[in-house]
């Protein structure tokens, strides 16, 4: 199972961004997914999830001005980013729980990650 983000750029402060991030492999079922980011210096720190039932929750400092969506028939998880401050500025990594088929017929699960997308927002 593999996870490609895409969509990270530059932006000015109060521009916005979409990032993808979008499965691929033997996938039987995707539960969770979710955004995290990493700025410099810190910790990973997650930003939005959302079940497969399309419940969401985020993070206080992004409540509002960030929308985390799903296609569940893409396996695809997006993150519309508006308002975007420079405090936003971080590399951006999609995670998702994934039950993997293999092809013996037996079903795993697991957590995946995205490579990471680089957003910066300049003042």
């Known amino acids: 199972v593999q996870l490609a983000e895409s969509g990270g750029g530059l932006v000015h402060t109060g521009g916005s961004l979409r990032l993808s991030c979008a499965a691929s492999g033997s996938i039987s079922r995707i539960d969770d997914m979710r955004w995290y980011r990493q700025a410099p210096g810190k910790e990973r720190e997650l930003v939005a999830s959302i079940t497969s039932a399309g419940n969401t929750n985020y993070m206080y400092s992004v409540e509002g001005r960030f929308t985390v969506s799903r296609d569940n028939a893409k396996n695809s998880v997006y993150l519309q980013m508006s308002s975007l401050t420079p405090e936003d500025t971080a590399v951006y990594y999609c995670?998702?729980?994934?039950?993997?088929?293999?092809?013996?017929?037996?079903?795993?699960?697991?957590?995946?990650w995205g490579q990471g997308t680089q957003v910066t927002v300049s003042p």
């Open positions: 995670n998702a729980d994934v039950l993997e088929m293999y092809y013996d017929g037996t079903y795993v699960a697991g957590k995946y």
